[in-house]
Structures are given as structure tokens and as C-alpha cells.
């Protein structure tokens, strides 16, 4: 599929309108990672490295995704100032049994929380929630609107992470309020009509649009291991304009 490009534009079109895209009979191992990657733009080092590992248990970092247990859904990256704009996952081994990915279109949440309680999603366009990340030897946060609007007025980022959200808000007396919208958007984004669940096999791959989508998963037992990178999100932009594909949804 990789190298084919009528396949790869195919893909494009589901990933632009979808937010999501998935993978059957993929190889194994970080080539597949790379070459998926290098048809968007290139493989981004984050403080997980190039193409990550991410083994049940492993304990590599102080990362929720690293645990057996569900995941809440979230956007990764809420630490960066510039979150990484899609996440490549490539599943290479399992036995056991649960760990589906849980997929949220976050831009339909926006809109349905304006729709409901257009102030409480007017604050989460306002107040910036500070994403903070801290294992020995790395301390870095960032500070961003939830749901971000570009200078057109086109919705272009959702940036939602309860796990990484710091603890304690600049004072401000609209604190209160700020934390409410945000718990409104956490409940809306896990009504269980929203999400999209994908179940893993080795060779599957996934690539999701990180400042759209929101990604979870249920819970599993045994043992898996899956490879995965980030890319940019002006790299995803760029290959929808090259081919030929209008940005935005
Ligand atoms: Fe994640």
C-alpha cells in the first residue's frame, strides 16, 4: 500500500475526512512506521524517541498509555507548544485479549458543546489549560486553549488531556467556570455513540489526526507490543495539498 500512490491518496482522503485512517497486512518492525510517516512528512523526535516502543508494562516511561488499564480518551502532546499532529501505531504483537482503540471525533465534540453550552465551550476558547509532563529528567509544560479557532475562524485544534492536565490554574476568578466546561467537554467526549472502536492484530496499523481526534482504549490482558511515531501537522496539511486534497474536513 505504502507504495502506491493512488492507495496512499485514498488513505489521505479517509484520514482528512475521518480523522482517522487503519491498516491491514502491514510488515513488522519500524520500516512500515517510517514509510507510512515519510508519506505524510518525517518522523518527529519527541522525549520518546523516534519510533517508540510501547510494550505492556514495560515501564519505560511515567505514561498512562504505558498500563494495562483503560484509557480515557485525549489529544497527546498537551506538554508541547506544538502537539504532535498525527500518531502512526503499529501493533507487532498480542496475546490476550481487549485494549480496542477508541477513537472521538474532538472537533464534533466542540461543535455539540456549543451547540448545548455555547459559554462553557466559549470559555475553552479563552482560558488555556496547562499540559504538563515530568519523569526524571524531563519537565516541560505548555499552555493552550482546548478548542482553538485559526485566524480565519475555522476550528483547528482540540487540545484535551485530563491526565497531563496541571494541577493548579493561574488564579483567575473564572476558574471555576473554566474547570466545569472542561468536565462538560470530558462528559460529551465519552458518550459511547462518539467513539469509534478499533480492535488490533499484528500487522494493523492506525494513523490519527492528534489535533482532531481524541484516542482512548479499553482494557486488556496479556501481553502486546506496538512501534509508533508523531508527525507534524503542517507535514499532514502539505500532503493533503500535494495531493490534491482540500484541508480541513
Ligand atoms: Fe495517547
Redesign the pocket.
Known amino acids: 500500500m505504502i507504495d502506491d500512490d493512488v492507495a496512499c491518496v485514498d488513505a489521505l482522503r479517509h484520514l482528512r475526512d475521518h480523522g482517522w485512517v487503519a491498516f491491514e497486512g502491514m510488515g513488522p518492525g519500524p520500516g512500515p512506521v517510517e514509510a507510512l510517516a515519510d508519506r505524510i512528512g518525517y518522523v518527529r523526535r519527541t522525549l520518546f524517541g523516534d519510533i517508540w516502543e510501547m510494550t505492556a508494562g514495560a515501564g519505560d516511561h511515567k505514561?498512562?498509555?504505558y498500563d494495562p488499564v483503560a484509557?480515557d480518551v485525549?489529544?497527546?502532546g498537551t506538554y508541547s507548544n506544538d502537539a504532535p499532529g498525527t500518531?502512526v501505531f503499529s501493533q507487532q504483537a498480542k496475546d490476550g485479549s481487549g485494549g480496542d482503540s477508541v477513537l472521538v471525533d474532538g472537533f464534533a465534540v466542540a461543535r455539540d458543546l456549543f451547540a448545548a453550552d455555547p459559554e462553557a465551550a466559549d470559555l475553552l476558547t479563552r482560558y488555556e489549560i496547562r499540559g504538563r509532563y515530568l519523569e526524571p529528567g524531563v519537565a516541560v509544560h505548555a499552555d493552550r486553549v482546548p478548542i482553538r479557532f485559526d485566524a480565519d475562524g475555522v476550528l483547528c485544534q482540540v487540545s484535551f488531556?485530563n491526565y497531563d492536565r496541571a494541577a493548579v490554574l493561574p488564579a483567575d476568578p473564572h476558574v471555576d467556570a473554566v474547570l466545569d466546561a472542561y468536565a462538560a467537554f470530558r462528559s460529551m467526549a465519552n458518550e459511547p455513540d462518539r467513539a469509534v472502536h478499533l480492535r488490533w492484530e499484528p500487522g494493523r496499523m492506525l494513523v490519527v489526526d492528534?489535533w482532531r481526534m481524541l484516542?482512548?482504549?479499553t482494557d486488556y490482558t496479556g501481553h502486546r507490543e506496538f512501534l509508533g511515531c508523531y508527525t507534524n501537522h503542517e507535514d499532514l496539511e502539505g500532503a493533503y495539498e500535494l495531493a490534491g486534497l482540500t484541508p480541513g474536513a
Do not use: E, K, Y
Request: charged letters at 25%.
Open positions: 505514561d498512562s498509555a484509557l485525549h489529544t497527546d500518531i488531556n492528534n484516542h482512548g482504549r
